[in-house]
Each structure stands twice: as C-alpha cells, then as structure tokens.
C-alpha cells in the first residue's frame, strides 16, 4: 500500500486524510521535517511515497492525477509531491536537505523549527519546498494539467475560504469524466463513442474492472464477430457488423478507463495495441471465409487490406521516429497545417480522410451487414489507399521542406525497423558501401521484386530477383538512415515483403494458398508491430537472436521466393502454412515472454495515445 505522510499544521474540517485514504494510502502524520525523514525512511524502497501538507485544499482528483499516476517516477501538485520507486532516491535527499536547513534530525536530536504557516502571502509548505529543491536537482518532475481543478495551500483563513468556494464551483467527477477521453480523436469517435462510452469506463471502475479485462473483452467480441461472419449467412453478417461497433465501444472504454482510474501499466499499453491490429486482421479473415461459403474467393483482397494497413502504420512508426527528437524540426508545409487546425471544420475533414480506426471500423460493420465481403474489401482499400496517399504525400512536402538534423537514436529506430537478417547483415560488412542514397536502393528493390513475380510468377527468374533484393537491402541500411526521406525505407521495404508473398501465393493458383499467405504476413506484421511498441515504450528493439531465428525481412523473402520455384503449387502451400506457424510461434513466445517479464519487473508504467488511424 502506498504511504502519504501528511506535514504541516492540521486545519479543522479538513478532509485531506480521507481523500488520501480514498485514494488508497496509508496515512501517517509528521510534525517537522526531521519526523517526515524517519517516516520516509521507515517505507519500504519498492513502494509509492507522498509527502502532502495537511493544509491543502483542492479537489480530489487533483490529488489523484498529482499522486497516483504510474508513468512517473516523480510527480507534483501544489502542497504534494510524490515518487515511485524509482524517484525514491531523489526524494529521500531532497528531504535530508531540507532537515538539515531546518536544524533538525531523524535520529534523536530535535529540530528547531516546526511547520508553520509562515509567510502571509503564500504558506511554507515542505512539499512545494521539496519539489523546488528536487528541480534545483535536475530531477524531472511531471507536474499535471489540473486545468479547473483546484490544488492550494491558504496562507490564511480568508484564501482558504476562497479556495473552498472554488472547489465547490467546479465539478469534480465532470471534469474526471471529460478528461478521461482521448484528447485528439476521430469524428466518429468523438461524437458517437465517446458520448456514452466514458460512463461505462465509470461503471467499470466502480466494480473494480481493470482496461485489461475491458481490452480482453473487446479481442473476444472481436472475435464472436468474425466467427459470424465466417458463416456467410446475411444474419451472419449483420450480427458481425453489429458486433464489431460493441468491440469498438469496449476499445474506447478500455482506454478510457485507463485514464479515469490512472491504470497505466506496460502490459496494457501492449495489449491494446496488439490487441487492435488482431481483432481487424481476424474479422478480416472471417470475412473471406464468409464469402468463401458464398462461392466468392476474397482471399487476395483480405491480404491485400492487411498489407496496405500494416504499410499505413509503417509509414506513421517511421516518419514519427525519424522525428521524434530532430532538431532545428519545422517547416512551411507543418505551419500550414497548424493553420488549418486552427479553423474548426478543416481538423474534422483532416481527421476523417485518414479513415482513422473508428471510421474505418464503422465503414466495415455498415458494409459488412447491408452488403458483401467483396463491396467490404473494395471500398476499405480504396478508403485506405486515398487515406495512406494523403498521410504519405503530407510527410514527404514536410520532410523535403524542413531542415531537421537527426539523432543517432532516429537511425538506429529506423534501422530496426527496417528488420535486416543476418544475408544483410553480412554483405553489409563485405560490400563497399557506395554513395547512392539508401531510399534509391530501397524504392529499386521494392519496385523490381513485387514486379518481378507479378510478370513472371513462381520461377528462378523470381529468385535472381530475391538475390538481387537481398543485395539492394544490404546496401540500403550500409549508412546511418538520416536522410530527409529515409523514414520511408522500413515501409518500402514491408511493401516489397509482404507484396511478393501475396503475388506468388496467387500466382500459384491453387485452393488454399492465399490464406496461408494470409497467416504468413500476419505472423510477420506481428513481429514488426512489436518493434515500434517496443521502441515506442524504450525498450529497444527485439533480441538480434530473434531477428536472425525469422531470417529478416530480406531471408524470409528469399526463401518464400526459393520455395515457390522448388516445391509444387499443393507443396508450396503447405510450406507456407509451416513457415506462417513457426515464425508465429516464435515471435509470440519471445513477445509474451519479454511484455510480461518488463510488466512483472516494474518497467516504467505507459500509457501511448497512439495514432488514431
């Protein structure tokens, strides 16, 4: 249990203790700063401590946001400050400091001083004393937005009846309830979801419902929904559709939840990211089966969506770490873009051509339950297509028109996301590395493969292809990528990956090839979108020994390339049905393994807004 220890003067009427014990804290009181030491002291290390003047004022949820939030090691309110394990240290001799000025000791002697109201323009209050001295540290502090709630320490009797009156004037649950939802969202989100779904986010906090259970929930319905529509039934169908908003509505609130309880954690954040690019993939899935019952073959357009998804977030990962800590990083085309922010109905049309998740899922459940599968898959690649041509174009106008100087961090982010195996690797090291820019070997080698087994089909022709991609690949990583535009390798090359296994599994022409494609690439997307949430949660990228056990991503297309002019079309489809499950297995097992161990090891708790396409 956590610890707040309260200093200063008590006020009558007071209803700090109780807040705090609300909030889940054991209560001990101090009556100088030498007595808050040997309190401090007497906490075990791997428990949360707050030091909180007994004279505050303020609402409850300020106390929360300032007190309870996981993701910082240090955080402040006005009259508390508080720290995680992790922040101990830097608390502990903030606060010998301050003992020490005072005159006092936790070990006997007596202080000379006590806590007192002191100045009558503003009260001497030891935690904001400790919060000024941990800053003169250059410890960081995470001060959060309270906006109008109200956190204070009176001076005298008159400002605490003025503060008084003010935490009367404002609403402490509404302003909760508002803040729970996500800041920046999508259209249909905002004004569809969001609405209604905050109050079951507070029904499920009340009853003691975690957003991983509420995240579950939402991967199981997902689930029920594309079983449904595996049936190819048009009541199938519609209970699909109908499913699919309820496990949206849940993928709201989970989030929600998290932020109107503050339960952060490292295992949540991954769960709920994996958890979204599973549930759409699936329903994906189902669909095609659905419309296999039918006699309508959507595999290829199934693959196709997944594909075009999963390089819409490579863009977003990439273009995002290649910029997250530039410097000298703005440009005409981002100011232009503020400026169109700033008229209220160009964010809204902004919002909705990118077909962010709640557009995007409202368009397939609509679809899904008024048309077919088919009609489904054509208008969410064309709505995707439109949305990544848009994103995609914007980012390029920014980068060429910037002058941003990337880290050294950036490069190594987009190098592993690039996802280079040991072929690459090694030639690396023998080749000469040459002058050409790394996106030129990139487009080169994303543009000749794919074409490569379009034109030609499973053959050695392919396979010289593959060689010559293994080639280009090596080459295009053989610098730092710091290029204005090298953000757009890692995309290139999930296109040219994930592209050839979709042409060859067509081009072989035989039942039940697509779909083992279809797990393949969807076992490959998995391990890709477990780097960006590991780099995302700095973590680092996974083990080498796991990217060299699944080839890269330039081996694992050479092989499937060998594979296709080796075996027979039935062959060729069993050896992707085993290539999918093995890569499945093992980047599962070493995900799993690695998110619960950080999450059992006290890894800094996260809570990523993400992108809301």
Same mark, same amino acid.
């Given at each position: 249990m956590p610890t707040a220890i309260l200093t200063?003067?008590?006020?009558?009427?007071?209803?700090?203790?109780?807040?705090?014990?609300?909030?889940?804290?054991?209560?001990?009181?101090?009556?100088?700063?030498?007595?808050?030491?040997?309190?401090?002291?007497?906490?075990?290390?791997?428990?949360?401590?707050?030091?909180?003047?007994?004279?505050?004022?303020?609402?409850?949820?300020?106390?929360?946001?300032?007190?309870?939030?996981?993701?910082?090691?240090?955080?402040?309110?006005?009259?508390?400050?508080?720290?995680?394990?992790?922040?101990?240290?830097?608390?502990?001799?903030?606060?010998?400091?301050?003992t020490?000025?005072?005159?006092?000791?936790?070990?006997?002697?007596?202080?000379?001083?006590?806590?007192?109201?002191?100045?009558?323009?503003?009260?001497?209050?030891?935690?904001?004393r400790i919060v000024t001295a941990l800053d003169a540290d250059g410890a960081t502090v995470h001060r959060p937005e309270l906006g109008s709630l109200v956190a204070a320490v009176p001076a005298d009797p008159q400002a605490r009846n003025e503060a008084r009156q003010a935490v009367a004037a404002v609403d402490d649950e509404a302003v909760r309830l508002k803040s729970a939802v996500k800041a920046r969202?999508?259209?249909?989100?905002?004004?569809?979801?969001?609405?209604?779904?905050?109050?079951?986010?507070?029904?499920?906090?009340r009853r003691g419902l975690t957003p991983n259970q509420v995240t579950t929930a939402s991967l199981l319905t997902a689930l029920i929904a594309a079983s449904c529509a595996a049936t190819g039934t048009r009541a199938g169908f519609v209970a699909a559709g109908v499913l699919l908003i309820v496990s949206f509505v849940l993928d709201c609130t989970d989030g929600q939840l998290a932020r109107y309880s503050l339960q952060y954690s490292t295992l949540g954040a991954w769960l709920d990211a994996t958890f979204d690019r599973a549930k759409e993939y699936a329903y994906y899935a189902g669909l095609a089966?659905?419309?296999?019952?039918?006699?309508?073959?959507?595999?290829?357009?199934?693959?196709?969506?997944?594909?075009?998804?999963?390089?819409?977030?490579?863009?977003?990962?990439?273009?995002?770490?290649?910029?997250?800590?530039?410097?000298?990083?703005?440009?005409?085309?981002?100011?232009?873009?503020?400026?169109?922010?700033?008229?209220g109905w160009t964010v809204w049309v902004r919002r909705m051509i990118v077909l962010p998740i709640g557009e995007r899922w409202a368009m397939i459940a609509v679809l899904t339950a008024a048309t077919t599968p088919r009609i489904t898959f054509y208008a969410l690649l064309a709505g995707c297509a439109l949305a990544a041509t848009y994103t995609t174009a914007g980012r390029v106008l920014r980068s060429l028109t910037r002058k941003a100087q990337r880290t050294d961090r950036a490069a190594r982010a987009l190098a592993d996301?690039?996802?280079?195996?040991?072929? /690459?690797?090694? #030639?690396?090291?023998? !080749?000469?590395?040459?002058?050409? %820019?790394?996106?030129?070997? &990139?487009?080169? *080698?994303? =543009?000749?493969?794919p074409l490569a087994?379009?034109?030609?089909g499973p053959g050695w022709s392919v396979v010289?292809?593959?060689?010559?991609?293994?080639?280009?690949?090596?080459?295009?990583? /053989?610098?730092? #990528?710091?290029?204005? !535009?090298?953000?757009?390798?890692? %995309?290139?090359?999930?296109? &040219?990956?994930? *592209?050839? =296994?979709?042409?060859?599994?067509?081009?072989?022409?035989?039942?039940?090839?697509?779909?083992?494609?279809?797990?393949?690439?969807?076992?490959?997307?998995y391990h890709h979108y477990d780097t960006v949430y590991r780099i995302r949660g700095d973590a680092g990228a996974p083990p080498a020994w796991l990217v060299r056990a699944v080839g890269g991503q330039e081996g694992r297309t050479l092989l499937v390339t060998v594979l296709a002019a080796l075996l027979t079309a039935a062959q060729f489809k069993v050896a992707l049905t085993v290539l999918a499950v093995a890569v499945a297995l093992v980047v599962l097992v070493e995900s799993i393994r690695f998110w619960v161990a950080a999450h059992q090891g006290g890894a800094p708790a996260v809570h990523d807004e993400g992108e809301p396409a």
């Open positions: 200063g003067q008590p006020v009558p009427g007071s209803s700090i203790e109780s807040d705090l014990r609300d909030l889940g804290f054991d209560v001990r009181t101090a009556s100088d700063p030498a007595d808050a030491e040997a309190l401090l002291a007497a906490v075990p290390g791997e428990e949360r401590v707050a030091l909180v003047d007994a004279r505050f004022v303020g609402h409850p949820h300020a106390l929360r946001l300032g007190l309870t939030d996981p993701r910082f090691p240090l955080a402040a309110v006005p009259g508390a400050v508080t720290a995680r394990a992790e922040g101990r240290q830097a608390l502990t001799r903030a606060l010998a400091r301050e020490s000025a005072a005159g006092g000791t936790a070990h006997g002697g007596t202080a000379r001083t006590t806590l007192s109201v002191g100045d009558p323009a503003g009260a001497d209050s030891l935690a904001d969202d999508g259209f249909f989100t905002t004004f569809f979801i969001s609405p209604y779904s905050r109050y079951i986010a507070r029904w499920c906090a089966l659905g419309a296999a019952r039918g006699g309508d073959d959507v595999w290829a357009l199934a693959l196709g969506a997944m594909v075009l998804q999963t390089c819409r977030h490579v863009v977003d990962f990439s273009f995002n770490e290649a910029n997250h800590d530039a410097t000298a990083n703005t440009s005409p085309t981002a100011a232009l873009s503020d400026k169109l922010d700033s008229v996301l690039a996802d280079n195996g040991p072929l /690459a690797e090694l #030639l690396a090291r023998v !080749l000469p590395a040459g002058r050409i %820019p790394a996106l030129l070997w &990139a487009v080169l *080698g994303a =543009v000749l493969l087994a379009w034109t030609d010289l292809c593959a060689v010559v991609y293994v080639l280009l690949s090596s080459e295009a990583v /053989a610098h730092p #990528l710091k290029g204005a !535009l090298d953000w757009l390798v890692p %995309p290139l090359f999930r296109a &040219a990956e994930y *592209g050839t =296994v979709l042409i060859l599994a067509a081009k072989s022409d035989v039942n039940g090839a697509l779909p083992a494609a279809f797990g393949l690439v969807a076992a490959v997307a």
